[in-house]
């Protein structure tokens, strides 16, 4: 089916443009107020409470400090990720241990739930020895140290444990080639008009380009924790919550967590965008080209506001992104059969029709 065309006039447009440099003065005022204010509202606020358990002797653990400095406490509960072996009791305790017959203590195997009973502290060692005595029965019982629970166990809370996946390095090296070659191969075939992504060859539609936004806004706002308060984020980790507007919750934790549900939302509307054009084998190869980019802007930002040149590239990326997008925005030609702005000549993305002159 051919139909012509109607050609429009490119400097009419129902969006409404900015000029540029009120745009990046903009852009770079926001760049300087998140370096400001982010660093300064990273961090929990923790009640004072009186009523510290403490016992006098050795191993003796102030409960409400231990909670703060080490974020659990008794009947906090984890999940083994690999196999951990308990010990009958702490090291520091020789003559409980020469004393008492040693007895077998089963191996935890991955998958189990372990709940802590009790803590103490041997301070003979440098650093001092965290020991930690978890259950996961009531046959089986045993200590181990803190370290080695950390490392072979996780909270379990479903946010925990996604946490820890996705935190996995030899995953994240995976990732990244796997998006480094994706993006190589649709960057290359975007120049050549052959496919579509987003900022180079982008279809009519600002949701993608909004998720890009978020996705490095989100990106900026995790590095932050990390380099100006990790603490604040592993306490966020045992002890996790999808509600922003949690008032226990940090400025810039509450931002982080908006931001995913921003992520989250945008993407649906992305697929709702993606849906409605007929080229599906089109809509996949775009898709996957989104989500490797956006997967690089998560590494790329989550990296370089460690070495405080991230903030600046923001904003340098929020201009090139809204300049690149309100370019490509302004339709040259209207579909001959369904009305619909095109910016080329050729298949209608929206009817299937074929248009030309």
Not at 91 to 100: S, V
Not at 205 to 226: D, I, K, N, R, W
Not at 248 to 265: C, K, N, Y
Not at 336 to 347: D, Q, V
Request: glycine share 6%.
């Amino acid at each position: 089916m051919h139909l012509n065309l109607f050609r429009t006039d490119c400097r009419t447009s129902s969006l409404v443009r900015l000029p540029s440099k009120l745009l990046r003065k903009l852009l770079l005022l926001l760049c300087g107020v998140l370096l400001m204010v982010l660093p300064v509202s990273c961090y929990y606020s923790y009640p004072q409470q009186e009523d510290h358990w403490v016992v006098k002797g050795n191993g003796g653990v102030d409960s409400v400090d231990f909670y703060i400095r080490h974020h659990y406490w008794r009947n906090f509960f984890f999940e083994a990720v690999d196999s951990l072996q308990l010990m009958q009791a702490p090291a520091m305790e020789t003559t409980f241990a020469t004393t008492m017959p040693i007895l077998p203590v089963p191996k935890v195997g991955r998958g189990d739930e372990l709940g802590v009973m009790e803590v103490k502290i041997d301070a003979t060692t440098q650093p001092a020895t965290v020991w930690v005595k978890l259950a996961r029965d009531q046959l089986c019982q045993g200590w181990v140290t803190e370290a080695e629970l950390l490392e072979k166990a996780v909270p379990d809370r479903p946010v925990s444990k996604f946490i820890h996946h996705f935190s996995d390095r030899n995953l994240l090296a995976v990732l990244v080639c796997i998006v480094v070659a994706l993006l190589s191969y649709l960057i290359r075939g975007a120049c050549h008009k052959q496919l579509q992504i987003v900022h180079f060859n982008d279809i009519r539609s600002f949701y993608p380009t909004l998720l890009c936004l978020t996705v490095s806004l989100g990106a900026v706002l995790y590095g932050t924790m990390q380099r100006f308060a990790p603490e604040t984020w592993v306490e966020f980790y045992f002890h996790p919550t999808l509600n922003p507007f949690d008032p226990h919750l940090p400025l810039v934790l509450s931002a982080f967590v908006a931001s995913v549900w921003l992520i989250f939302i945008v993407g649906v509307a992305v697929l709702d965008d993606l849906l409605r054009l007929p080229d599906f084998s089109g809509s996949i190869t775009y898709l996957m080209g989104l989500a490797g980019v956006c997967m690089m802007l998560y590494l790329f930002f989550t990296v370089s506001v460690h070495i405080y040149i991230g903030y600046p590239l923001l904003a340098a990326y929020w201009v090139f992104a809204f300049r690149r997008h309100f370019q490509k925005s302004t339709p040259h030609y209207r579909c001959g059969n369904c009305g619909a702005p095109l910016a080329h000549r050729g298949k209608c993305p929206e009817c299937g029709a074929f248009n030309e002159f």
